[in-house]
């Protein structure tokens, strides 16, 4: 009983970090992309806009929610509730901190690649069931591009879990602690850079955003979402995007670790508390994130599907090969 | 508490199935055939198979299911078709129910306890399931990992003629 | 060991399935209580630019998200073994190493094979 009671604890606090992490990365997002044109961004809620996003989340409770007359009505209302569960469920593998998970799973790293694949059902089923032709096309057209880069994703783990030998997210940070450079993206460089494209186009954003090709597609799948309904895709979007950055740092920036050499020559930077380093990378990756959505113009589709399959892939695999020579060499 | 759960499971999945089975709309049967993968890969867990659970997610939930999905887009399939089947007939009827029987009674009475193999619980627990299969894969059946390949090319090569066709 | 450990380990992620269910549903159910409801036949016909719209919605469509799927199931089926192979990568003999490498020739084989027959090409030339 204690322990069920513990467990409900540290889901309260990692959801209650998180969900707090999405409404703000919302405000930055806004702040960042601002800046990068000359504008101010929001500014009139609080001081320098700080309590924009709870107004905004205030907002949206009062919105009308609009279900199309010819929509299929109950797959059009769980779908969001379908893409949400399956996003949040990833966040009970990730290792915060050495001593901070909430399922310590053997098969961690495979369980994220599971719920991404169940995850695209909410999209299909999202622009299925509106019944309009925009929510259609981009439903498919999501579903196609998840699908595309999940390959690619897959590929560039897959050299992680050769080098580390384990599935087991906290192991892979622990091994990757012991090698030379302390972090598998310098090693992998290929692999880090297939993974950080395949994650960009997994969570729809920039330049990969095409559900929201709004020129095209008006609003993809979403079209017909509204209210409520619409903030709980916002909200998975957000957190897949978390959930990309946790992956990124697990896996090729060494988690909550900082490589050896850098505390040979630097020892006191081994009093700073894990959680630090591994905030530090994260909020890095989400940067990246709003920046390239500020910097590059969005690509066409069927430019899309073919970096999907004839870079990435091959990329992929060249990467996997010189792993395991690396690997066999015995360094 | 566990057997509670594992009963659980194994009442919803009939039910799940009646329900993919009686559907009208083909894309609402692919969705409960999705719920029901889901709960089989649950089943797996009891076994302790968690490999085996998350190959159930990945592929049979992930892949396989999403191209049924897209085989009933690309039909414009909103209904069944309505015409006349083999299973309407009462001959046909009693020819799938006398088969059925005939299987079930063929695999009950044939239910032995497994043999002692040199996989023991002990040796997965302390090596890890995926190891385990791992090892096992690659050590033992070399053959079937290389019919693997074989039998992913050939669709391959059928992908490939139907997007030749396809232009 | 065992069953225990089993749902010890997976307890978690079946609080964390429930917690995050009742979050998105309990704010749907108090967005329901307080946002209005004032539909009219307008409002609720699909969105197509203005334009009433014609037909049937779920009609055929471009073959090529199907070939999208085929090709994914294949090199799913493909990457799901490439998992335990990396994972054991350290443990296997030679000759299952070459097994290994024998299969990703014989997928790059179907790759380029499909390459060739211009599968990928996905822009309409």
């Given at each position: 009983m204690i322990e069920l009671i513990i467990i409900f604890i540290k889901t309260a606090v990692v959801f209650g970090v998180v969900l707090a992490h999405v409404a703000y990365t919302t405000y930055a997002e806004r702040k960042i992309i601002g800046r990068a044109q000359a504008r101010m961004g929001p500014m009139e809620v609080g001081p320098y806009g700080l309590l924009q996003p709870i107004a905004d989340f205030i907002k949206i409770f009062f919105k009308e929610d609009i279900v199309p007359m010819n929509a299929e009505k109950v797959l059009f209302q769980i779908a969001p509730l379908i893409v949400l569960v399956f996003t949040m469920i990833n966040l009970t593998v990730i290792p915060f901190d050495r001593n901070f998970i909430l399922a310590d799973l053997n098969i961690g790293l495979l369980f994220i690649l599971a719920s991404a694949s169940v995850a695209v059902y909410g999209i299909i089923l999202a622009g299925w069931s509106s019944n309009s032709r925009y929510s259609f096309l981009g439903g498919l057209r999501s579903a196609s591009q998840v699908l595309s880069y999940e390959i690619a994703l897959g590929l560039s783990l897959a050299g992680v879990v050769l080098s580390a030998g384990s599935l087991n997210l906290r192991e892979i940070v622990i091994a990757q602690h012991n090698t030379v450079f302390g972090v598998y993206a310098i090693p992998q460089i290929i692999g880090f850079i297939v993974f950080v494209i395949s994650a960009f186009a997994e969570t729809n954003r920039a330049p990969f955003d095409l559900p929201e090709a709004e020129t095209e597609l008006v609003a993809g799948y979403l079209t017909e979402y509204s209210a409520f309904r619409y903030a709980l895709f916002f909200l998975a979007e957000y957190v897949a995007m978390y959930i990309m950055a946790f992956l990124c740092a697990l896996c090729f920036l060494g988690g909550w670790t900082i490589p050896k050499f850098i505390i040979d020559i630097l020892p006191f930077l081994e009093k700073v508390p894990g959680i630090l380093w591994f905030a530090i990378k994260v909020y890095a990756f989400i940067f990246l994130y709003i920046w390239v959505r500020a910097t590059l113009p969005r690509y066409r589709f069927d430019q899309l599907l073919n970096i999907g399959w004839k870079v990435l892939i091959p990329a992929g695999i060249v990467n996997l090969l010189i792993v395991a020579f690396i690997k066999r060499l015995g360094l | 508490?566990?057997?509670?759960?594992?009963?659980?499971?194994?009442?919803?999945?009939?039910?799940?199935?009646?329900?993919?089975?009686?559907?009208?709309?083909?894309?609402?049967?692919?969705?409960?055939?999705?719920?029901?993968?889901?709960?089989?890969?649950?089943?797996?867990?009891?076994?302790?198979?968690?490999?085996?659970?998350?190959?159930?997610?990945?592929?049979?939930?992930?892949?396989?299911?999403?191209?049924?999905?897209?085989?009933?887009?690309?039909?414009?399939?909103?209904?069944?078709?309505?015409?006349?089947?083999?299973?309407?007939?009462?001959?046909?009827?009693?020819?799938?129910?006398?088969?059925?029987?005939?299987?079930?009674?063929?695999?009950?009475?044939?239910?032995?306890?497994?043999?002692?193999?040199?996989?023991?619980?002990?040796?997965?627990?302390?090596?890890?399931?995926?190891?385990?299969?791992?090892?096992?894969?690659?050590?033992?059946?070399?053959?079937?990992?290389?019919?693997?390949?074989?039998?992913?090319?050939?669709?391959?090569?059928?992908?490939?003629?139907?997007?030749?066709?396809?232009k | 060991m065992g069953q225990d450990a089993l749902t010890q380990r997976y307890l978690p992620v079946l609080i964390v399935i429930i917690i995050s269910f009742i979050i998105g549903f309990s704010m749907l159910l108090i967005s329901r209580l307080i946002r209005p409801k004032r539909p009219y036949t307008l409002k609720l016909t699909p969105y197509e630019c203005g334009i009433p719209s014609t037909e049937d919605t779920w009609e055929r469509f471009n073959v090529k998200f199907y070939i999208v799927a085929l090709v994914f199931v294949i090199f799913d089926v493909e990457i799901i073994f490439l998992y335990p192979w990396a994972l054991v990568y350290k443990k296997i003999g030679f000759y299952a190493l070459l097994e290994m490498y024998l299969f990703i020739f014989i997928l790059l084989i179907g790759y380029f094979y499909a390459i060739g027959k211009k599968v990928f090409n996905w822009s309409k030339e």
């Open positions: - | 508490m566990i057997y509670l759960i594992f009963a659980y499971f194994c009442a919803s999945m009939i039910g799940i199935t009646l329900m993919a089975l009686t559907r009208k709309n083909p894309v609402h049967s692919v969705l409960w055939l999705l719920l029901l993968f889901l709960h089989i890969a649950v089943l797996y867990l009891f076994l302790n198979a968690e490999f085996l659970a998350v190959v159930q997610v990945i592929v049979y939930a992930g892949a396989i299911l999403v191209m049924f999905l897209f085989t009933v887009f690309l039909l414009g399939a909103k209904e069944l078709p309505k015409g006349k089947r083999y299973t309407d007939l009462p001959e046909g009827k009693a020819l799938i129910g006398l088969s059925l029987t005939g299987v079930f009674i063929g695999a009950f009475s044939s239910i032995t306890t497994a043999w002692k193999g040199k996989y023991t619980i002990e040796y997965i627990e302390k090596i890890g399931n995926t190891k385990a299969l791992g090892v096992m894969l690659f050590n033992e059946y070399p053959l079937a990992v290389f019919l693997l390949g074989i039998i992913l090319l050939i669709p391959m090569i059928a992908v490939a003629v139907i997007a030749w066709r396809a | -």
